[in-house]
């Protein structure tokens, strides 16, 4: 299963090959921060300007890639 977002709001899933659409509003870019720097503190790590990378795993399996700016565009999360 992979989970993307590529923009606020604009989320896909992909399972077993089929990626589907899902638009969630309350997906927001201040969401996906949030997320980002809970995640990483739950797994013991961080993310921010010095430490712009995170790679973790969910509980139930999923991976998760995060990539904050400088690594990224600014104002953004890849």
Known sequence: TEIAVNRPGEIWTEINGDWTF???DSVTFDFCKRFSHTLA???GDEIGETKPLLSATLESGERVQVVFPPACERNTIS
């Open 22 to 24: 899902h638009n969630n």
């Open 41 to 43: 503190s739950f797994r």
